[in-house]
């Protein structure tokens, strides 16, 4: 499989260098040349494939000879060796929780499938690798957790200062040894900034492989199409899918098993307050904005990173994208409301995230009778509590992965807002690299 670069179609790498890079130098998003089709036979035993088997199968598909099956096999039974769990709520509505992994959110089914792979391409040389993520939340902790301790990888996170909960905030500073976390003065948007523009300068610096953990990494984007067949290969075909979007990479990777041959009857967008996807959905027109803080807040994103590679699995073509995904977006009175009215009437405890998510099917199924869907639940209830309880009032058990963060001792490096700031501090720790 071959990767091109969306800003420049004409120039492709192969899965290792798109991985190794994240972005190309001129920005553009690496995308897979085209979305294989899989086999009937795939279809036919996907109701009793393992997660760990599907990640093969798919897998190897865009990993190529990249990395050997052998190795495929190897990477997805280490980085998928907790449980994806589907529940039924109501007749018309499923959950499909993402969160039994050990940041308990789903990103750890991309952080933990890259990491796989970086373990496997540091193995083959001994240059220094530096992968540098921007978090709103989320994704930081992921990363710092799948990474830990893989040789010759360090890991630059940078977050916005005061604006994580404090438990997120621990997944991202305490762990130590190869992690590093930034606590910048600024907002995601700021981060996301200041990490596209040291990739960008990376050019100048061979002596060091700099890459991006962030979603718009291919290696984090393939493995997050897996639970949907999961899920779909066990709940059945012609399903709504809702996702609740940020920088758009878990829908995309819906997208992306749909355009296989998955039977995806529909897609929904759901967002919170920013929402220029939804807008788009609606009006055809796609005007980024800055970023609104939120309850949901791993979704504050005002302009999503991996918007260009969903409009690309539909050609970028508006009737396309319309015909397949339906946007809806949520004020944070809403999602508070209904994430007291699911306790309620199904006993079903929702993080802000994944209410958002059920909030958007609720939406489509309305206006679709006859339809039956699942939502995406992206973050365990205990990793907002301080929400979640006072809306329920039940007190929410935190998983034992979580409460080992909460001990441990912070340790952060400040830095204000600006590109510049990080390059200077790469520029001083690996100056003799
Ligand atoms: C990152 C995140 C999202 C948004 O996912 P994207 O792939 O960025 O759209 C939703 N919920 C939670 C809990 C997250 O951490």
Redesign the pocket.
Known sequence: MKYYNLKNPLVKTGFREAVERGISPDMGLFMPERIPRLSDDFFRRLASMTLPEIGMEVGSLYTGDDIPRSVMRQICGEAFDFPVIIRRLDERKQVLELFHGPTA???DFGARFMAGCFRYFSSRDDKRRVVLVATS???GGAIASSFLGVEGVDVIILYPSGKVSNLQENQLTTLGRNITAIEVEGSFDDCQAMVKSALSGSANRTNLKLTSAN?INIARLIP?SFYYYYAIGRSGSGMAVS?????????TAAAMARRSGLGIHHLVAATNVNRVVPDYLKTGIYTPAESVATI?N??D?GN?G?FVRLRRIFDDDYEAIKDSVSGYWFDDDRIREHIGQEYQRTGYLL?P?SAVASLGLEAYLNQHPGTVGIFVA??HPAKFREIVEPLTGQNVEIPESLRNFLAGKKQSVKMKAGPQNLEEYLDDRYQNE
Do not use: L
């Open positions: 959110a789903f990103k939340g989320d994704t979603s997050q996702v609740p979007g940020g920088n758009f990479g878990n829908i949901a791993a979704m994103v999503p991996n993080d995230h992206t973050a």
